[in-house]
């Protein structure tokens, strides 16, 4: 089985304020399959996060199509709160997430299967923050 990890971060300038989102793409050597930035208008940075997740999810779609069910996917994020609200350890409070729990839920029960949440100290996600930097300096 193929195993893709994909690193996501999200961020904004202001917590809320100008916001983005970065996906860094590698298989299991480390070798990269793709990266992708993208700005989200102004948010706070639990909001990016989860846009980062949901941007990645959407990305693998776009990728790898009907073969992500039969991948073995690893997220890993630098948000413990987002990692543990997605395993479910933790509740959604701001109702503005809820949408976004559901989006990134529904995706993947319907096209990753075997996907897995990790967190990660934030020194290890440096490709994704970097993405995420690039896209507000409009790089």
Known sequence: MKEIIVYTDGGSRGNP???AVGVYVTDASGAVICEAK????NSTNNFAEYQAVAHGLETLQKRFGKQTKDMQVIFRLDSELVKKQLNG???IKDPGLVPLFIEI???CVAHFPQLTWEHIPREKNKEADRLVNEALDGK
């Open 105 to 107: 839920h529904n995706l």
């Open 17 to 19: 304020g100008p916001a």
């Open 89 to 91: 350890e933790y509740q």
């Open 38 to 41: 993208q700005t989200i208008g």
